[in-house]
């Protein structure tokens, strides 16, 4: 769970891509203003990385934030359309901000605004992917947040703050690195705002159940932006082969010293043996549905064999060939996949032997109802 004898120089030593989050809460001030001097500080730590060889891209929040001091907003807003409302006004102040601060470095920034869907779509994905590498290429610095003015907000379309985007931005890109600044030193294994003797853990080698449970319960509300979205978003990196650290934006430099290698905050190491990038594009996909299989269809796909009809039990949610859906074994989503028949040709032919597919549907596409290749293992 937590080693102490990770070299991180050695592992940071030949880092080129790295994702850089800066969070709501570092962004302002005590009063609620915005947190110039730390912009600032940040292009200041970019701009020497860039000299380093080293390319950075910036996911920010604080759009909201700016666009409620803008407003006259006595506080932060719940009702979803005020906060979209608070984002519209705040995100451009935001990247003129960001502007402004790379300006004294001679470096241009350039705003990618984002929702779930640029990441559900496997033909967006791929231009995403190319418009940030020429970006990079041409020496600029990308400032992506989430859309939230045209976001819609439901389940498992939202990014907790940025720290599910940042990671999925990391992944997409093929990042080593994903750094998030909070205005915490990092993972605890208690809260140490209610307990003196929390221990700030170093490492983090494989994110189990009981890592999961220092991020608080998954039905809370305050969890969101909070430590239970960074430890989803190190499920991500993991994954996809990319490091995680969660430092402090209160640091000195903080920044170049994760990067150099500084024992600071909490690591979360990559999964050895990264996943295809398709792989990971069907994991990280928006669902639109549910097969629910029994546990030898389970084992079987597992094994790496595709999915038959005759071990579905149960066909749940609307959606077409093609679709991205979950497959779910005894209570337990383990894997998602591109169907190849359509939520009610599935539902005529759960649990039949694919010989029959045929004569059920007139109709046969393939033997198997998601093929091994379009399988993603969770």
């Not at 608070?86 to 984002?114: C, P, R, S, Y």
């Not at 490091?243 to 190491?269: E, P, Q, R, W």
């Amino acid at each position: 769970m937590d080693s102490e004898n990770i070299d991180r120089k050695d592992l940071f030593k030949d880092l080129k891509k790295i994702v850089l989050k800066i969070g709501t809460t570092s962004l302002s001030n005590e009063d609620g203003s915005f947190n110039r001097r730390l912009t600032e500080d940040i292009a200041n730590q970019v701009a020497h990385l860039r000299k380093l060889g080293k390319t950075v891209i910036i996911v920010s929040s604080g759009a909201i934030g700016i666009g409620v001091i803008q407003l006259k907003m006595t506080t932060r807003p719940r009702e979803i359309p005020l906060r979209q409302a608070a984002a519209a006004v705040g995100q451009n102040i935001l990247m003129q901000e960001w502007m402004t601060a790379f300006n004294k470095h001679d470096l241009k920034v350039a705003q990618i605004l984002l929702t779930y869907e640029a990441f559900s779509n496997r033909m967006t994905y791929l231009n995403l992917r190319n418009s940030i590498s020429a970006l990079l290429e041409a020496g600029v610095v990308p400032i992506i947040n989430e859309n939230d003015p045209i976001c819609v907000h439901e389940i498992e379309a939202t990014f907790g703050d940025n720290d599910k985007l940042s990671a999925m931005v990391a992944s997409k890109v093929e990042a080593e690195l994903l750094v998030l600044l909070s205005d915490i030193d990092g993972l605890y294994d208690k809260n140490p705002k209610k307990n003196e003797n929390a221990r700030l853990i170093n490492t983090v080698e494989k994110i189990t159940p009981e890592i999961e449970s220092y991020g608080g319960s998954p039905t809370s509300t305050k969890g969101v932006g909070g430590m239970r979205t960074k430890i989803e978003a190190a499920k991500i990196t993991s994954m996809a082969g990319c490091h995680m650290v969660i430092a402090n934006s209160a640091i000195d430099d903080v920044v170049i010293k994760v990067i150099s290698g500084n024992n600071i905050g909490t690591l979360f190491l990559a999964r050895d043996g990264k996943s295809r990038n398709r792989t990971r594009w069907i994991i990280l996909s928006k669902t639109s549905g549910k097969l629910i299989v029994d546990k030898g269809a389970k084992d079987a796909v597992k094994n790496g064999m595709g999915l038959l009809p005759s071990g579905i039990v149960e066909v749940s949610g609307m959606f077409d060939r093609g679709d991205i859906i979950e497959i779910e074994s005894e209570g337990k989503v383990f894997a998602k996949g591109i169907t190849d028949y359509t939520s009610s040709e599935l539902a005529s032919i759960k649990g039949k032997h694919s010989d029959m597919i045929e004569k059920i549907l007139k109709v046969k596409n393939y033997d198997e109802v998601v093929r091994k290749s379009n399988i993603g293992m969770l």
